[in-house]
Nanobody, 125 residues
Framework: QVQLLESGGGLVQPGGSLRLSCTAS??????????MAWWRQAPGKQRDLVAS???????YYSGSAQGRFTISKDNAKKTVYLQADSLQPDDTAVYYCAYTARYYSGNRPDVYEYWGQGTQVTVSS
């Protein structure tokens, strides 16, 4: 089992920024071969990929995330970050962290074996 704990969500005004964090638990975590990702799901909509990053450091961004979101990681801390800038009301969603013990760059949610509980991001004035 890999447990994922997200933090950093909250209420932010349009144009503001947030930094989300996701830390993986010790057991069954594969430090040398994995991909961690951020997904988001707005009310009434499907879950969409924001960005992913492999243990080798290769990032992958969805089209809508390009330029405003930056994914990064700290392998020693088993933590992945999502820096979200210039946030708009359309970015309001629950943001989920996901993990797979393989290299993957794509937008299939079924590839990911483990998911966090999610953290709410609300962009509103």
């Amino acid at each position: 089992q890999v447990q994922l704990l997200e933090s950093g969500g909250g209420l932010v005004q349009p144009g503001g920024s947030l930094r989300l964090s996701c830390t993986a638990s010790e057991s069954h975590f594969s430090p040398s071969r994995n991909t961690m990702a951020w997904w988001r799901q707005a009310p009434g909509k499907q879950r969409d990929l924001v960005a992913s990053i492999t243990s080798g450091g290769t990032p992958y961004y969805s089209g809508s995330a390009q330029g405003r979101f930056t994914i990064s990681k700290d392998n020693a801390k088993k933590t992945v970050y999502l820096q979200a800038d210039s946030l708009q009301p359309d970015d309001t969603a629950v943001y989920y962290c996901a993990y797979t013990a393989r290299y993957y760059s794509g937008n299939r949610p079924d590839v990911y074996e483990y998911w966090g509980q999610g953290t709410q991001v609300t962009v509103s004035s």
